[in-house]
């Protein structure tokens, strides 16, 4: 019975719906729109204005100048600009809100600029994305400074390099310029020289020097510091590299001139005594299957 009853309800007030001249169901449908507009629902609105049209079977400088503004707020410039060009085909000069309309083009047309430069950001971002490289992350950043994607992007920056390069003193490559090499590795003539080059150093754990940080250097600029035990990655250009590998103090180092000729190359440092003894190097990371210290020369 209860099922009945509910049942006449609904078709009772469908008739009465059906029932309403479409005027007044134009002018329920336009307020619930500026209603909706006034709570920042712009979508909701101009689904709102849709139907008022729909009712009416028409348009009128009223509805258009509420559906322009709606659009604009909804970052959607084609409905805006579609929404301008019917209100200036019925409205005269002389209606309330002709001036603002005139303005609202302005508006409309930065909107288009800006939708044009996000999607320039966005296809320069997705690029990044594919690229993965910190080179990439940088160069967003750099092109895209305050960009949508910046926070993500120095996020990506320095997993990459797990790392935050450090601002170097005046006085750095004075202290870092002298000495002999410790190691040479690699050769000039088979040398990357483009994209980047993922240098991992690993120190074994020792009791010796245990407290210890070995800070690491590439081209005068430091990168990292290796503690006892642990592994740090780090990123740099392709190209001839001059690593340092020192205490905190400058008193001891090792100063490698090291030629690239992979993209994942490796160092071992086992501190028993000066860091520049016992150090291996391999661009395969698999040091059972090499064994030969390539490259290796006694510290001068």
Same mark, same amino acid.
């Given at each position: ?51 008022? =049209? ?75 994305? =594919? ?6 992350? =940088? ?162």
């Amino acid at each position: 019975m209860k099922k009945i009853l509910a049942l006449l309800v609904l078709i009772s007030m469908a008739c009465l719906s059906s029932a309403q001249p479409p005027d007044v169901l134009a002018k329920a449908a336009f307020l619930r729109a500026q209603e909706l507009y006034g709570n920042a629902e712009y979508q909701l609105a101009i689904e709102k204005l849709k139907q008022t =049209q729909t009712y009416l079977n028409s348009t009128n400088p009223r509805i258009d100048h509420l559906l322009t503004i709606c659009y604009v707020q909804a970052s959607d410039p084609a409905g805006a600009r579609a929404a301008v060009k019917s209100y200036f085909e019925l409205a005269s000069d002389t209606d309330p809100n002709y001036m603002q309309m005139l303005g609202i083009i302005d508006e409309v047309e930065q909107l288009e600029n800006a939708l044009v430069m996000q999607k320039k950001e966005d296809d320069f971002w997705n690029q990044t994305l =594919q690229t993965n490289t910190r080179t990439a992350y =940088q160069n967003y950043l750099k092109t895209y400074p305050k960009g949508k994607y910046a926070a993500i992007a120095q996020s990506k920056n320095i997993e990459q390099g797990k790392y935050q390069v450090t601002t170097r003193s005046a006085d750095l490559p004075a202290r870092l310029g002298f000495g002999e090499y410790s190691y040479i590795f690699g050769s000039p003539d088979n040398m990357l020289t483009d994209g980047e080059i993922n240098l991992t150093f690993e120190r074994k754990s020792r009791f010796y020097g245990s407290a210890i940080g070995i800070r690491i250097f590439v081209n005068d600029v430091e990168y990292t510091k290796v503690k006892n035990g642990s592994s740090e990655t780090i990123s740099v250009p392709a190209g001839k590299l001059i690593i340092y590998m020192l205490n905190n103090n400058f008193e001891n180092y090792s100063k490698i001139l090291f030629y690239p000729t992979s993209r994942n190359e490796k160092f071992i440092i086992d501190l028993r005594g000066a860091i520049s003894e016992y150090l291996q190097h391999s661009s395969t990371y698999d040091f059972n299957q090499n064994e030969e210290k390539s490259g290796f020369l006694d510290e001068k």
